[in-house]
Structure formats: C-alpha cells, structure tokens
C-alpha cells in the first residue's frame, strides 16, 4: 500500500523546520542551560564555588566556552586570553 505523498512532504517540511530552528536558537538556548546547570554541577562535584562567564555552546561542532572560570574562595583565574599566551 502507498503512502499520501502529501503526508510525505508535510512530514519532510517538518522535518526541515526543526532543523533549522535548532541551527538558529539551539545554540542561545543550550547557552543558557549550560549557564543555569554547569556551574552548580561542577560546585558539588568539586566540592568547591565555582563561577563561570555566561557560556557560548555550538551545537553542531559539539563544543562550549566561557571566557572566565573561577573555582574556589582563592583568586584563581582562567581567562581564555591566557591560554592564548
């Protein structure tokens, strides 16, 4: 039995929206979750306060970055310009 080839292209125009929502808000909206649940995440597991600049995450490449990570009471910086040197 064949399918509605109508059905077909609905499901595919669907499909495709998604697809490219997610390329245009994904990576807003994965940044803000990563700010809202990395930071206490990495505080109880590390025992430690941790504070983190707000994230940029890249959803296709897989990847996430924050300019300032500061773990503990000490003045213990990274800062990505220091990686560069």
Known sequence: MRSNP???R???TVVIL???A?????????GRILDAKLGP???DNLGLPVQ???MRAHLLQLTAESDTLVMGN???LYTSD???E
């Open 6 to 8: 109508l059905k077909r």
């Open 22 to 30: 997610l390329v245009f808000i994904g990576n807003p909206l994965a």
């Open 52 to 54: 983190l600049a707000p």
């Open 82 to 84: 220091a990686a560069d």
């Open 41 to 43: 995440l990495l505080a």
């Open 10 to 12: 609905i499901f595919v």
């Open 18 to 20: 998604v697809v490219v």
């Open 74 to 76: 000490t003045c213990l």
